[in-house]
Nanobody, 126 residues
Framework: VQLQASGGGLVQPGGSLRLSCVVSEYDLDYYPIGWFRQAPGKEREGVSC??????STYYSDSVKGRFTISRDTGTVYLQMNSLKPEDTAVYYC??????????????????????WGKGTQVTVSS
């Protein structure tokens, strides 16, 4: 499986961006998918995940109400609204061959996500 993230950039606080991740070889109706981020000097964290096994969706507390994950054939999106400077990070998409966990599990057990795309930089600054 290959994942290719795009859509990052520089945006002012309060602005919006939409990240895209094209996923090859994996059917997103069957395999879980998630967005993760890593800010300078911080550990990578789960931002939003979706699990087809139970149709669950997870958002971290820091992005809940501002970010929305969605899927289309072969592509997963992360719509980011009301961006804050603390959202500045490299954003990654990832998937896993284990299909039976909840979205919360995938986002919190990120070290065991099997396949990762290269990140896309998001910078929120005035």
């Amino acid at each position: 499986v290959q994942l290719q993230a795009s859509g990052g950039g520089l945006v002012q606080p309060g602005g919006s961006l939409r990240l895209s991740c094209v996923v090859s070889e994996y059917d997103l109706d069957y395999y879980p998918i998630g967005w993760f981020r890593q800010a300078p000097g911080k550990e990578r964290e789960g931002v939003s995940c979706f699990s087809p096994s139970d149709f669950s969706t997870y958002y971290s507390d820091s992005v809940k109400g501002r970010f929305t994950i969605s899927r289309d054939t072969g592509t997963v999106y992360l719509q980011m609204n009301s961006l804050k400077p603390e959202d500045t990070a490299v954003y990654y998409c990832a998937t896993d061959s284990r299909t039976y966990y909840s979205a919360t599990y995938y986002c919190r057990d990120l070290d065991h996500m099997e396949s990762w795309g290269k990140g896309t930089q998001v910078t929120v600054s005035s």
